[in-house]
């Protein structure tokens, strides 16, 4: 048996909730539902984004840093 790569633990096109909110100019973090549970990412937005808002991971930076974008309401 092998190990899953590196794409099959993406975060990409997952959902999440924002924890701190995500500043214009700065990061922010979400919980994103990952590998059946949740984690915890540094999330960087175009636009500013709410706490409790629902967000969907566009791309990432780093292992830990996001970008997402904010969920129609």
Not at 14 to 19: D, K, S
Not at 26 to 52: F, K, Q
Request: aromatic share 2%; net charge negative.
């Amino acid at each position: 048996m092998h190990r899953a790569d590196e794409s099959a633990r993406s975060p990409v096109g997952a959902t999440g909730r924002v924890t701190v909110p995500i500043p214009p100019d700065g990061p922010g973090e979400v919980l994103v539902a990952v590998r059946g549970g949740s984690e915890a990412y540094t999330a960087w937005s175009a636009t500013s984004i709410d706490r409790d808002a629902r967000v969907v991971v566009v791309d990432t930076v780093s292992a830990r840093g996001v970008i997402v974008e904010r969920l129609p309401s």
